[in-house]
């Protein structure tokens, strides 16, 4: 290729990578928004190392074991960019460690408040270095799914649905949150900290996403990298509608959360087939996704599984979705291999998750102590609150029997308040 | 055009719109960060809704209303782009709907705390399906005021005149907040809850700025992208600046406030000249920019316009300015066409804008009720707090009678505390 | 160069630029974060002020002095750029203005909670017109320094050594806050009043970061802009991971603020280096860059320097370190040119800004009152509360005896509360 269309290609998939980087941000944003304020440091520690972790394990073998250069039977790639240090391919995995790192950073959400930070961290690389870079060798590295006809352009399936269900397989492992559930087994309604971090983590992600979604094209010459641009879009418009409306319905009000998760239900619907899908199919596809993720959020809380994000079925759930709408709208797919795609990679995050948290919880331990968990883990995990100025309602008795000459003292909200 | 060319375009113009898209989280922050704590879900609500709503009502017919391949009588545009599906024009559609989106958010923070959520609702398809695609047909789709010589390089007047002249149609007809003016008519000034989300928010907009003005060349190849990027700059920069000493001399104090506004103010002067004045004229630009957003936000307080936020003054006022700078300060426009469009494009906007907003409150009713504004529109209207867990001033009162054993329940804040 | 080359190269230039100037807000964040809630506003207006004066002074003459068409003996640059007005380096003048900003910016920082608004404004013209300017000259305008070989490739040394220098006389001269040591001299901690904020602010810098390194190519036809944007995302990674575990080691906690601030710790060791060093070399950097910095924040806190953010470490001691590191793992830099440039930097740097603020703190001043130092800069510079809705710790003794019939009054947090 000529130098001048080489840099065109180069300015638009550093561009495009520095646009899904950012969506690191989003991610602690919602998470920290939508749990409690005890938690919000933890939360950022977790964001921060499946970032930090994660690009370090995608270069010492991540990336190798996805895109080296020769395929072991197309399950897992081998090869030279093992301690990855190729300047001909610095952009390519640029691109992808930022993917990579996205998978890693759904889980942290949907086991928010009650989980160990060092045994979270023994997590991470496996999935940064193992479980995702192998699935991305089976879809986009020429392996086993791609030879069998599954499609999934900007990945729906391969990093979504993916994180979502290795989400689910944690919070299998780790159980609710004290005072999710009452006496009855009744679901309680713990709100958020702060609606506006959620909904600028929210736009955050909208932003990066362009990037995820128009820049899967992976060039710039030769292709159009604006209808992906357009289908993210309206999928992510329709996805806040559908959300806003089906809520609505069963809640008897617009509700905030709902709505501006109905903006990544949309996104992650389309991501498979935002290069294929029509316009008016896209609006379709984020409107379904945004009641898909209601419906998913309700029965999951239902049944015993506490996600305090939505993560679960946001990115598991609605993932599943973007994997067959691609097929059900465009002709770039197919039902049958979709599906197989779709039960292969939900059984190998799944199983693979499973046993990984399985087996630090019968270690390490994953789960903090009930005390920790009730002072919150900015204080007991890392020493600090993530607000210490401010007053919150769980510490007024306490304060006011300062404030009268009894013995008072900072605490920490209690759980579920 | 050479493939190669076409994909410097394409990237330049792609990358432009994902910055103007960004700016809803701008808007968003803004209006929550200048607003009461007790509103900030609903303002979140309000800026999805608008990029959402504008959204699919720009695909729908929006952009066939202004870029539609016939023009009828160059007051709008017909043709085939109604139910938009041309991937050929995408990225022109992409360009678009991140305006329309723009001038559609203005509005919300002009009207934040005391409407309906659901009336809200009923008019965003009038400003992005109607109201603002026609006057961009008048202007940029080859329609009367082009030919007419009326200049707007990337829309002080389009877009940030028009949303701000909607936003003043829209307080008149559903007057002043509660508690705003005292028994003799005085205003009382109502801090907003958070200026870090304020600040962050116009970084944000000064950000997504540079996707506005320098896209507007809508080209890479052939153009001087850097220009309007440097006047942008300049403008934003002596806006602050302007805006700052101005409200130093009238107010004894550097205030936040009205510095961060400046650098809108400066924004908005500069967008219809961004390519065409010297780099000194945008700097007089700003600061003159600066200056009269102070004296509109003040002068409107005291005639009893409530705008929590000043977007009647930021966008309207100043973009009133924009519209004639550039005629001041470039050959590319002359005083006579630009007084003509401003007045048709004011006289429009304020008209089918007033007649909408009357006509939502004569039916659906626009305005909550004294209750609903004092409890607050995120728990009235969404059914939730957007800080849950903090304590605010108003509710000090009541915890302290439960801290004493009396009754007390968790209260949202009064109106104007 | 062909048009569509041009093309190409300003679309990166300014792309990059555009990041880079994004960084101002994460700069905000990360000082207002890590400060108190009393002082917000304040760090806010610093930040907007640091790029608005900065801008508007680089426009007049800081630009002629780095970058004019002749250099006075290496030392400064002189020539037709005064009262920049030349289109034709319009993408040049806006990718330097927003590192002269950045250098600007990292001061605001260290001295946050005591100093004078009116006598900090007295200051930015001096940075972004005088002291950075000039350094510009030497090490990229062809100046002396660049004649000697030293080399620094994005602006370890330039850019944040210069700015940490700068930040370290700044506060030899105010002197640490009221109540930051004990009457034995003993530092005490003042946490920040938002982590959240603090951690938003470090992942804007991280994402702003990949224009300053990547876009430092200048141009993107026949250059690997690809290859900085991994070192920058591995050092990144490795200063949170080293900070993080030497910070684990000596407090027994994983901190969240000394994480986060290992990210921008590898982020300015490798920035000198960044297009230079291979991808493994770039994580030692990255790791020994964050384990620097916890050391010398431990170690300035103890002999008195009292720098609330850590700007002095971050940019200062892990400047020199990055200036260093080019030259220990790559062939561009040899150790004693930029052991020479270093010295020469600091010297000036330090030299400048020291007789620049005694000068102001002997005639205007420089320092606030103790009281208003106590009451908040917010209130007492500014006239506003960041956050007037919520309620404080400090307020809760006055607000019971309100609430007890008493009187009391909306107070501002005591220093060190």
Do not use: C
């Not at 005390?371 to 401010?390: C, K, M, R, V």
């Amino acid at each position: 290729m000529d130098q001048v269309s080489l840099a065109v290609n180069e300015v638009w998939l550093v561009v495009a990578a520095v646009l899904v980087m950012f969506m690191q941000a989003g991610f602690a944003l919602v998470e920290a928004g939508f749990t409690s304020a005890r938690n919000a440091g933890n939360i950022i520690m977790k964001n921060f190392m499946d970032f930090s972790v994660g690009a370090v394990t995608y270069w010492a073998f991540g990336f190798a074991l996805a895109y080296g250069s020769s395929s072991l039977g197309g399950f897992l790639a081998w090869g030279e960019v093992f301690w990855f240090n190729d300047p001909s391919r610095a952009s390519e995995w640029f691109f992808q460690v930022v993917f990579a790192a996205t998978a890693a950073t759904i889980i942290s959400g949907a086991i928010a408040g009650r989980v160990k930070f060092s045994s979270y961290l023994l997590y991470t690389p496996f999935i940064t270095g193992l479980i995702y870079p192998i699935v991305t060798h089976w879809v986009w590295g020429g392996g086993w799914l791609a030879e069998l006809g599954f499609f999934d352009f900007a990945g729906s399936g391969v990093v979504h649905m993916l994180g979502g269900v290795a989400a689910l397989a944690a919070v299998l492992v780790v159980g609710p949150r004290v005072g999710k559930y009452d006496e009855n087994g009744k679901p309680r309604a713990i709100p958020g900290h702060s609606l506006t971090h959620g909904a600028l983590g929210v736009f955050i992600l909208w932003f990066g996403w362009y990037g995820f979604n128009a820049g899967s094209t992976l060039a710039a010459v030769g292709q159009n990298i604006a209808v992906p641009a357009v289908t993210t879009t309206l999928a992510a418009a329709a996805g806040a509608i559908g959300a806003m409306f089906v809520a609505w319905a069963i809640t008897g009000k617009p509700d905030v959360g709902f709505t501006i998760n109905g903006v990544l239900a949309g996104l992650v619907g389309v991501t498979a087939g935002t290069a294929s899908v029509s316009f008016g199919a896209s609006i379709l596809i984020g409107l379904i996704g945004g009641a898909l993720m209601v419906g998913s959020v309700i029965f999951l809380e239902r049944v015993g599984v506490d996600d305090p994000v939505g993560a679960i079925s946001v990115h598991g759930t609605v993932g599943v979705w973007g994997v067959v709408a691609v097929a059900l709208f465009s002709d770039d797919a197919s039902l049958g291999p979709q599906l197989v795609g779709a039960a292969a990679i939900i059984a190998w995050a799944f199983a693979l998750s499973f046993i990984v948290f399985k087996a630090i919880d019968l270690t390490a331990g994953l789960r903090v102590s009930r005390e920790e968990e009730a002072t919150g883990l900015d204080i007991s995990e890392h020493g600090n609150y993530a607000y210490p100025e401010f007053v919150f309602q769980h510490e007024v008795v306490d304060l006011v029997e300062a404030a009268n000459g009894d013995e008072g003292r900072r605490r920490a909200p209690a759980a579920g308040a």
